[in-house]
């Protein structure tokens, strides 16, 4: 059973768009939700993370919003650069945890 | 650079076989996490050891053995290699135990089983 949704499988954005990626879990017990970015050839990178008591975090063009109601969250790239060309996991763990539990992740591309 | 060390970077092996991952964690963490990236079942946790003991076990199958040495390098032992156990394999580091310390990820070390 996966435990955290996430979509689109792939995304094509043009440069100085707006990425938006999202994801949904079911487990209550998720207690914080790190977003990791992965290039080719490299081990995933804590990118930024949020706890549920806040409804969103931002960090320079990288923005989580969360929604606890809802079970969801979603990263959002603003003015999107090439650089930015990687593919990003959602994840979750909870307050007795250590495992990260991933999404699927999300292919993006950033067209110049 | 996370400053998680993998070796080797490629193995390629033939199916029955057994081999070993090894992974120094970052200078000062005590904690190194082993997970499995696949193309089919995503990226997922497979075992825990926190300062040379086992702390949380995942879907690690039984054909699969971790161990954290006193110098706090680890290994991953594979053995009775099956063609679905290829796939990236990473180590991770953290300071502590628990979900408040970020897990660094090395570069991974890539199992082709023919």
């Known amino acids: 059973q996966q435990q955290v949704k996430q979509s689109p499988q792939s995304l094509i954005v043009q440069k100085g768009g707006i990425s938006i990626i999202n994801c949904a879990y079911e487990?209550?017990?998720?207690?914080?939700f790190p977003w990791y970015q992965q290039f080719p050839g490299k081990g995933p990178a804590l990118l930024i993370a949020?706890?549920?008591?806040?409804s969103e975090k931002k960090e320079g063009r990288f923005t989580i919003s969360f929604n606890k109601s809802a079970k969801q969250f979603s990263l959002h790239i603003m003015d999107s650069q090439p650089g930015d060309s990687a593919t990003y996991f959602c994840a979750a763990i909870n307050q007795a945890g250590t495992a990260l539990i991933f999404g699927k992740g999300t292919t993006l591309s950033v067209s110049s | 650079d996370s400053g998680v060390t993998q070796t080797p970077k490629h193995l390629i092996t033939a199916t029955g076989q057994r081999v070993t991952l090894r992974c120094s964690p970052r200078s000062g963490d005590l904690s190194v996490y082993w997970y499995q990236q696949s193309l089919d079942q995503g990226l997922q946790f497979l075992i825990q050891y926190y300062n040379g003991e086992e702390r949380a076990k995942g879907n690690i199958l039984e054909r699969f053995s971790a161990q954290q040495f006193p110098d706090l390098h680890s290994e991953l032992n594979l053995s009775s290699l099956e063609l679905g156990d290829s796939a990236l394999y990473f180590c991770?580091?953290?300071?502590?135990?628990?979900?408040?310390?970020?897990?660094?990820f090395g570069p991974g070390t890539r199992l082709t089983v023919t």
């Open positions: 949020i706890r549920p008591d806040v």
């Open positions: 487990n209550t017990a998720f207690d914080y």
């Open positions: 991770a580091s953290s300071v502590g135990s628990g979900r408040v310390y970020e897990q660094y």
